[in-house]
């Protein structure tokens, strides 16, 4: 009897190990996915790369092998497609870290687009005195770098990266998910090229702001003013349609006022042309006559 609390306080202790431990266990992710997407992906994103193109935009319009990539992602994770970033490119990269605490992302998943050979590839992290562990990465490879953690590379390699966002932060909205991403896709993201980025890095402080404003300005306003006719000749029909339709409510009232009897026509003269009138003054003045007669 004296033993069975302390064999009950040992089973209580095991048990919660257990359980901590699978906790663990199902909490952290797998850090790499060796073969993430298939090889026409792959090289259709070195194809993006390779053309000058930084971001796989956009949104719901955004390239298949982006969408191949956003959706393995967020099925690793177990997040919507719209909790992901757009799927960007770099041509070189030494290094890539996760959000910042200020910011609205917190992971985030970075693909390689080539094999990396020698190269050394290490996951280092912030937090926990600073650790940091060497990944077995190659083509195809998908890393995934917890918040407060960042990767480094001891070569430059070409990457293509999506940012996750923090658990409390919304989606992203139906407006820029499908609105905003068809003027980005359309007008913003064929026009980022290395030239234009030289351009408007040597004019202004925030070359990639200043370069998607003008873009979406000059597309926004081109595609206003190229269904402008369309507007008009659609407000011209429902203009002609309404005045139709008032014309009909008017004629309506006034039947509906009307009565199917003669009463309202008493005592009115009806208009007559004018040899009806000839006609009956000739009658009248051949009765007087023919009275006048008569009594004489």
Known sequence: KAQSPRRYLWAFLLTHAAAAACGSQAKAPEEVISTALDSRAVEKLQ??????RSVACCGRWRENAA????QKVADHLGVSVRHLSDVHLVNSSRGVRSGAEADIWGA?????????????VSLHSETGGGSSKVLDVGRASLVLVPEGSFLLHSVPVHVAWIHVRRPAEPLRGLFDWYMASLVRANFVA??????????????THYPRYWHGFVWSFIGVFCSVFTFLPLALWGFQIAARYSSESESDLERGATEAWKTPTLLPHVGRRRALPSDELGQQAADLIGSFSLGHKSAR
């Open 190 to 203: 064929p026009y980022d090229t290395i030239s234009q980025r030289r351009f408007f890095r040597a004019h």
């Open 47 to 52: 194809a993006l790369l390779g053309a000058g």
């Open 108 to 120: 985030i998943a970075v693909l390689y687009l080539d094999d990396v050979g020698d190269a050394k």
């Open 67 to 70: 969408a191949s990539l956003q």
